[in-house]
């Protein structure tokens, strides 16, 4: 069973600039969740999607959004990006009931000049 | 809010050494709570959990248990190998049903042969 697949592995990209992040979710996983990953604040809650909506959100800016497709298969999106957006984001699929363990993937590298 | 809070590494010990890693957590209500591990270079995965008071999570020979009275989930390993060098972070559901998941800062531990 193939697992969470994040794609691109890693992006380099200029300040004010806006960069889309896919994540396509183990199959018949409904619900995808996206984190950031920073050295200094290390793991933090973007958002949740489950059945193409959004059932929960962190405290990030308007500018970080997402989405999630008919298939499960889900995008971000960070418009105007700034240099503190370099990071380490991760989805993670899963059935999207109580308890129900998330499996992340491998991440994708974001890097802002 | 929720928050969890992990020892400090990084850790350091030997090959059949014994293993225990700290976490805490606050939180109103009856989270879950997670172990994860990260290898480097890949996502994190799903080591063990508990989902009620004086559950113990079990898996590939580490341990924890969730206590309510002092708010822990100390993390524990008999006899660690080489392969067992990895971050691993403590964590907590924010919300029932949801999949958010409120994240320690991480233990990275190396394991010298």
């Known amino acids: 069973k193939a697992g969470v697949t994040q794609t691109p592995r890693y992006l380099i990209k200029t300040r004010g600039q806006q960069v889309t992040l896919s994540c396509s979710p183990i199959?018949?996983?409904?619900?995808v969740s996206w984190y950031q990953q920073t050295p200094g604040q290390g793991l933090q809650f973007l958002f949740e999607y489950f059945s193409e909506t959004q059932r929960n959100k962190g405290n990030f800016p308007g500018r970080f959004s997402g989405r999630q497709f008919s298939n499960s298969r889900s995008e971000m999106n960070v418009s105007t990006l700034e240099l503190g957006d370099s990071a380490l984001y991760l989805c993670a699929s899963s059935f999207g009931r109580d308890n129900s363990p998330l499996h992340f993937g491998n991440g994708t590298r974001l890097t802002v000049t | 809010g929720n928050s969890v809070t992990q020892m400090e590494g990084p850790v350091t010990l030997s090959e059949e050494a014994f293993l225990t890693i700290n976490c805490t957590y606050t939180a109103t209500g009856y989270p879950s709570l997670f172990w994860y591990v990260q290898y480097p270079g890949e996502g994190l995965q799903l080591l063990l959990k508990?989902?009620?008071?004086?559950d113990k999570g079990s898996n590939k020979g580490f341990e924890a248990t969730y206590r309510k009275e002092t708010t822990s989930f100390h993390l524990e390993k008999g006899s660690v190998q080489v392969s067992d060098s990895a971050v691993y972070f403590c964590?907590?559901?924010?919300?029932?049903?949801?999949?958010?998941?409120?994240f320690g800062q991480g233990t990275r531990l190396t394991i010298n042969p």
């Open positions: 199959s018949g996983h409904r619900s």
């Open positions: 508990a989902t009620k008071a004086d």
């Open positions: 964590a907590l559901s924010d919300i029932q049903g949801a999949q958010k998941l409120v």
